[in-house]
């Protein structure tokens, strides 16, 4: 019998990956897909779903609806639109399903994949920093197995095989150090979008990107990482490996180290996520060993890159600063890509926002239900919005 499958932000970087993996491991004749989903991208939809012969593909935006179902008409597929057919897609049983869609907006259909997929590949973080204790019991509940994507957790996953979670000493998460490594904070200041968005090892979408320039990607990896692996902030270290070689390691309680090392190319993660338990060799290039000259490491600077200390507020903390953290973030990049702050406010920007809620946010827990996290995140986007720059 073919395998169920589903993709979340089939449109996407990741999602695109996905479905080339999926078309190079026998698309339609292995594979029966259910969902694609996507955005603004319709076009791209629309061919998604006819090469893999998916049931149907779902955009987010309904204005565009009328467009998407032009562009299958004859192919049998059904196409809907909207928050809620989203949502409605996403309780679709599947055996496997990508959770790729960006933001915070992917946490709702994230949520209805843990109840109904064997299953769940994660790479949408956001929905465990802003509800991870929901979305761990909703898989306990229903069983669902949660394998990360996101290649440093899908590399601590994989380290893991090393030893027992009991045993975790520290979890080191790499980190490139994006594009702006060697800046000043007075080139930081006045970095562009352009310059922010060109990361020097990872080929991701817009917002991962700008997120990775200014660590907030890592921050998030931190929030994420206590989620996965229950462990605490001081058992958590980041470390900049501008190679991107090694995608991060455990030492465990006997000082061994076991890392996870492979091409910075994120067909590894979502391969090893879309063939668990078993591994099929992927397009990715192999490593060798005997050209590579150095491996380098060093402690970040939280000065010029607070996010990292924000990540250990969160935790510190804990209930419902992580959707805070989250939506602030969310709210001062879309400020930072409209060009209305500089690079550096959007720090300024997230640590107001998390310092005035914080109070609020440390009494709440996201098993208090997806309305108590959403209404932390329009609170905090709505000050995030109206946060002025000194
Ligand atoms: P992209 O921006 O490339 O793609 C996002 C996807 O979500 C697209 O399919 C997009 O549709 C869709 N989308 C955008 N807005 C909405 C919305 N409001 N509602 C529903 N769908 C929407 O993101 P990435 O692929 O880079 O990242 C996806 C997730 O994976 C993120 O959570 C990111 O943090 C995580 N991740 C990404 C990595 C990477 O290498 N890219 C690495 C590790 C984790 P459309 O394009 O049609 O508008």
């Not at 998604?48 to 204005?63: I, R």
């Not at 790479?123 to 996101?150: F, H, Q, R, Y």
């Not at 800046?183 to 970095?191: D, G, I």
Request: with cysteine; hydrophobic share 45%.
């Amino acid at each position: 019998m073919r395998r169920t499958v589903s993709i979340f932000g089939s449109t996407g970087s990741i999602g695109c990956n996905t479905v080339e993996l999926l078309l190079l491991q026998g698309g339609a004749k292995i594979y029966d897909v259910k969902v694609v989903t996507g955005a603004r991208n319709i076009q791209l939809l629309a061919e998604q779903a006819v090469l893999l012969n998916a049931d149907m593909a779902v955009t987010a935006d309904e204005s565009r609806l009328e467009t998407l179902i032009e562009a299958l008409a004859g192919t049998g597929i059904v196409a809907t639109a909207g928050s809620e057919a989203l949502r409605d897609a996403a309780m679709t049983k599947v055996d496997w399903v990508m959770s790729a869609i960006v933001g915070s907006a992917g946490l709702t259909p994230t949520l209805e994949m843990a109840k109904q997929a064997s299953v769940l590949a994660l790479a949408n973080k956001e929905s465990l920093v802003c509800a991870g204790e929901l979305i761990k019991a909703t898989c306990a509940k229903s069983g669902c197995m949660l394998v990360p994507v996101d290649s440093e957790h899908c590399a601590i996953y994989q380290a893991l095989a090393g030893g027992k979670q009991g045993d975790i000493s520290r979890i080191i998460l790499t980190a490139s150090g994006g594009p702006f490594l060697d800046w000043t904070p007075e080139q930081m200041a006045n970095a562009t979008l352009e310059q922010a968005m060109a990361h020097p090892n990872w080929d991701m979408g817009q917002r991962i990107s700008i997120d990775s320039a200014t660590m907030f990607n890592k921050a998030l990896e931190v929030i994420e990482a206590h989620q996965l692996f229950d462990v605490s902030a001081t058992q958590i270290e980041v470390v900049v490996h501008p190679q991107s070689i090694v995608h991060s390691m455990i030492e465990y309680n006997d000082y061994s180290v076991i890392a996870q090392l492979a091409a910075p190319d994120m067909r590894g993660a979502i391969g090893f996520a879309l063939n668990w338990p078993e591994r099929q060799p992927l397009p990715i290039e192999q490593l060798d060993f005997g050209t590579m000259s150095r491996l380098d490491f060093a402690t970040p600077d939280e000065i010029r890159f607070p996010a990292l200390r924000l990540a250990r507020r969160v935790l510190e903390i804990g209930g419902l600063a992580g959707a805070v953290f989250n939506a602030a973030k969310e709210s001062a990049l879309d400020r930072f890509i409209s060009g209305d702050i500089g690079f550096l406010d959007m720090a300024r920007l997230v640590e107001t926002v998390l310092e005035n809620l914080h109070v609020k946010a440390g009494q709440s827990s996201s098993l208090d239900g997806l309305e108590a996290v959403m209404t932390f995140d329009r609170e905090a986007r709505t000050m995030g919005q109206n946060w002025m720059p000194k």
